[in-house]
């Protein structure tokens, strides 16, 4: 079988806890260099548990195809060195600068062996497209939510990595810095041919800037496709129990959801609870 080396293709993937199954044999479309994809779904459906198996941070069984070879094959340094992942919880806070923080990222990335000043420069050329460099030299433990936020996403595409994984790393910002973020992940992959994977509760965020939706429910894919076709008031109504709109924005791409009832236990038909 011929693969694509320019996408991430997960095949028949297992991921459990506690010998309790999260995942089971999940196979999905390969993601694809330079586009975003979007995991959404209800909380506790199994998003961050597939976003961590494939950063090598759960263990998994199945495939998972990046240039011809098995992520799950790898030792972690080498899987680790081709895939970034920003997690929903923050690590700890270090006695770092935002600058030191970033540049530590840096210099543990695959090929960063370059001069120290060309090192510091990339640096601040990310903290900059992120509008933190007037933060570079503060101590993380002195940054709110958001903006630690915003380094620990500077961490993660300072260096330029094949696989971006980002779990809702809009969740502690503001619509400015939303905006920002978003716009910022998508022209790093459109300009250096990431894979990106992220997962997001806000469908708008998720149309707006995703070339593709993912739709998770205990742990199995309901749809999956352009954000057109895999958010639809049917898949709103199946995964969530929500009776909603969904309306389309010819400008942007981008869709509105209108929630306008709460469907009873276990009715996914559309009808208004009672």
């Known amino acids: 079988m011929i693969r694509d080396t320019t996408s991430l293709q997960v095949e028949r993937l297992r991921v459990g806890y506690h010998r309790r199954t999260v995942i089971r044999d999940l196979t999905l479309a390969p993601f694809h260099s330079g586009e975003i994809t979007a995991l959404i779904g209800p909380n506790a459906t199994g998003k961050t548990t597939l976003l961590r198996a494939l950063a090598g941070l759960q263990p998994a069984k199945g495939a998972l195809y990046l240039g011809g070879d098995n992520l799950l094959s790898l ?6 060195a081709r895939v970034t992942y920003m997690p929903q919880s923050l690590p700890p806070r270090v006695a770092l600068t935002v ?32 509008g933190i460099d007037d933060l570079a030299h503060r101590p993380l433990t002195e940054l709110s ?8 996403l500077a961490q993660s ?14 969740s502690a910002l503001d619509l400015n810095y939303q905006f920002r973020v978003m716009n910022l992940v998508r022209a790093l992959v459109r300009e250096r041919g990431i894979i990106a994977v992220v997962v997001l509760h806000d469908i708008a965020l ?3 800037w ?15 496709g352009p954000p057109a076709t895999a958010v639809t008031a049917d898949t709103l109504a199946q995964v969530y129990g929500v009776r909603a709109r969904v309306l389309g ?16 236990t276990g009715d996914a038909t559309g009808q208004p609870s009672r």
């Not at 030792?75 to 680790?80: I, K, L, N, Y």
């Not at 924005?249 to 009873?264: C, P, T």
């Open 157 to 170: 595409v300072v260096r330029e990595p094949t696989v971006l994984l980002l779990d809702e790393p809009t």
């Open 99 to 130: 600058f030191e923080a970033t540049l530590s990222a840096l210099k543990v990335a695959p090929g960063a062996r370059q001069p120290a000043q060309q090192s510091h420069i990339q640096v601040m050329e990310t903290l900059q497209r992120l």
């Open 75 to 80: 030792p972690g340094s080498a899987h680790a």
């Open 210 to 224: 995703c070339d593709r939706v993912v739709v998770l429910s205990d742990g199995a894919v309901v749809a999956d």
């Open 249 to 264: 924005d010819a400008q942007d791409d981008a869709l509105q959801v209108i929630v306008e009832d709460v469907l009873d």
């Open 206 to 208: 998720a149309s707006r």
């Open 145 to 152: 939510g958001g903006q630690r936020q915003l380094a620990s």
